[in-house]
């Protein structure tokens, strides 16, 4: 930790302060500049008692951490990229993934059309909601069980892989039953009782980010995932609240580099709740491929506008077969498969 002091701090005080970082267990390291003094305080943060309560201190300017809070998230911890196995496919590795399905679960039909015409244009996963978190108690609330049963049947007709929403701590055992990876929403980013449960069924969990979530926020929730013995976590980036009405949310791109530098774990990019529009799914993804990310989750529905929930944002299988044959040179160009 950083210690500031103010300008101008008589030697007492100085003392007090230095005398109270020994106390704490640090080792005070002092920076005489010509205006104040910096403390350098030399010690695990991890073992000790923050010394941020020097903020309190009349003397005291700042005081900064010099470690990040994620630990284990954090690549210094791991310096390769981690890759996540789900049914025999990499997801952080050299192949560029494509998960693709309904925002919801409606129908058999509906669900293993879907599904084979996403594994015909070269998706991987299996996605679609059971349990819907939606904005209005009035809107279709998915199918529960039978959504995750119609799932089951599609894996089992395709071999694709599946990923669905977990929603609450009462389904844990429920949806770890059936699924392949854990979707996170971001409704529940931060819902850290649900990221220890999704954590302790071992599976692959995919952490979406929250409306309203710094990045470092979004790293610590991670953080709980992996501090609770589950390393297989992707993040995913879905669009975050901002002032403009033009999309649902603002697609934040510029995360994938940074969640690449600060993290070893997989970045997944959903641009369908990204921006809530489906003429701007095909260009998002190209982007996002160009900018690294590891993989997509994309909505897709046989009849978008038919749709029990986010008709809007859907593209359709036409419009999905035509965006997997436009992304291949951008996979290539970023030297993926
Ligand atoms: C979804 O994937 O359909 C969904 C509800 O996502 P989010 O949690 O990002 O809103
Ligand atoms: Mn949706």
């Given amino acids: 930790m950083i210690v500031v002091l103010k300008p101008k701090v008589s030697r007492k005080q100085e003392t007090e302060v230095l005398k109270e970082i020994r106390r704490l267990g640090y080792k005070p390291h002092v920076i005489r500049g010509v205006e104040r003094i910096v403390i350098g305080a030399i010690g695990d943060e991890r073992t000790h008692q923050s010394l941020e309560v020097l903020t309190t201190w009349p003397q005291v300017e700042q005081v900064m951490p010099v470690q990040k809070r994620f630990k284990l998230v954090n690549r210094e911890a791991h310096p390769d990229n981690s890759v996540i196995t789900v049914r025999g496919n990499l997801i952080g590795g050299k192949k560029f993934q494509v998960m693709a399905g309904p925002c919801s679960v409606e129908s058999e039909t509906q669900l293993l059309t879907t599904a084979e015409a996403v594994q015909k244009a070269g998706a991987t996963i299996l996605r679609g909601g059971a349990f819907k978190p939606r904005t209005s108690p009035y809107e279709f609330q998915g199918l529960g069980e039978k959504g995750l049963k119609l799932l089951a049947k599609a894996r089992r007709a395709t071999g694709l892989a599946i990923i669905t929403e977990l929603l609450s701590e009462a389904h844990v055992d429920l949806v770890a039953e059936y699924t392949d990876i854990i979707q996170i929403g971001a409704r529940n980013a931060q819902n850290f009782q649900l990221l220890i449960a999704a954590a302790r069924t071992g599976k692959p969990i995919l952490l979406k980010r929250g409306l309203s979530m710094k990045v470092e926020e979004w790293l610590l929730a991670g953080e709980y995932v992996l501090a609770n013995g589950n390393s297989n976590l992707m993040f995913c980036e879905r669009g975050i609240r901002t002032f403009e009405t033009y999309t649902r949310n603002t697609l934040d791109l510029s995360t994938i580099p940074i969640v690449k530098k600060e993290s070893h774990l997989p970045i997944v990019i959903d641009p369908s709740q990204g921006c809530g529009r489906a003429d701007l799914v095909i260009a998002s993804c190209k982007g996002a491929v160009a900018m690294g990310a590891d993989a997509l989750l994309i909505e897709v529905h046989p009849h978008p506008a038919e ?31």
Avoid: N, T, Y
């Fill in 307 to 337: 749709a029990w929930s986010d008709g809007a944002q859907q593209v359709s299988l036409g419009q999905f077969a035509q965006l997997m044959e436009e992304l291949k040179p951008f996979i290539a160009a970023a030297g993926r498969e």
